[in-house]
């Protein structure tokens, strides 16, 4: 029995493998055969099945996003209640027990450079049970200029659904870099702008909720592909931006520069440091952004900038901290590393100085951390310690110290 496939009866001699089981045996041909058809069975079945028992709470979902994210509480509270609201509205629109209908909350992250609205992004990503993308807005031109058209959108959020058009109808799309669609300016002007207002006036089919014709590879090229069309109704956006500048519009909207004694104490209690906490819809209109698309994204909120203890954290708490990630690579090799606690004052001292956020720590650490990565491996050490005068060395011959702003 063993010298025959129990699938199909060809001997051993006719096929190049029969692996032998308890009770009988299998050729390659037939094991390939039954690997594939798991593989469609498995398809068929939507990865995006979501039970109500397997939501997390507000608070839940926060808790999660503090493994990673150290700081931001504002932004985390209003993403984790975005997020179980876009669930409890897709759970209501398969119920239709009544009339009323939750509408979705669509929102808007403002915050500087490397204060993590990425990294908050990237880690609710983790732990969805919806398909999830996120889309760098620059790339987004009008439709019939260079660049990606609107529907690209749609046409990643599809190919992380693996083109299950329903599963796709219920996600959550990231715009990242928003500000950078703004209006140019309201001096006329002989060129189109192109990337500007007009990205935001196709945005907003999207934003609002209607059906909208994908293309499935994507763009132009294809120009005989069959559209797939997908509402947009219960797909929930955030989108985030740096807004660079904004600070001074919001300066002017507050009048913090007015001149007397009654103007000063009527400002007093203004943070001058954080103007981004005052930030209202009428700043991003002043800013570039169109009436209606502001309208669209109700939830309005904003990341506080970095301070040193903030910086000294993100170093080494969260679950993929830099430092966690340079231990992990030398304990690959076998390599015990360990820092000084200086080391870290040191860093924080040079990303404040460089005023980077977040980002600058990484390349602070590459420029300290690149030669002992590249020596350390083939000198058959088991003990590395980095010391403050090591990084200081480093940093000294490094080109880090261009980024100086």
Known sequence: MKDKCTFCGRSRNEVELLIDGVSGSICDQCATQAFEIVQEDQKSRSTFEIKPSSVKKPQEIKAFLDQYVIGQEEAKKHIAVAVYNHYKRLFQSD???????????????????GTGKTLLARTIAKMLHVPFTIVDATVLTEAGYVGEDIESILTRLLQAADYDVEAAEKGIVFIDELDKIARKGDSPSITRDVSGEGVQQGLLKLLEGSVVNVPPQGGRKHPEQKMIPVNTKNILFICGGAFDGIERKIALRLNTKVVGFNASQATEGINRDNFLQYISPLDLKAFGLIPEIIGRLPVLTYLEPLDRNTLRNILTEPKNAIIR??????????IELTFDEEVYEYIVDKAIEFKLG????RSICEAIMTDLMYEVPSQNKKKVRVTQAYAEEKMKRSDVQKLRA
């Open 95 to 113: 119920a239709k027990e009544d009339d009323v209908e939750i509408e979705k909350s669509n929102i808007l992250l403002v915050g500087r450079t």
């Open 325 to 334: 990630q340079y231990i992990k690579l030398f304990k690959i090799d076998g």
């Open 358 to 361: 977040a980002r600058g720590l």
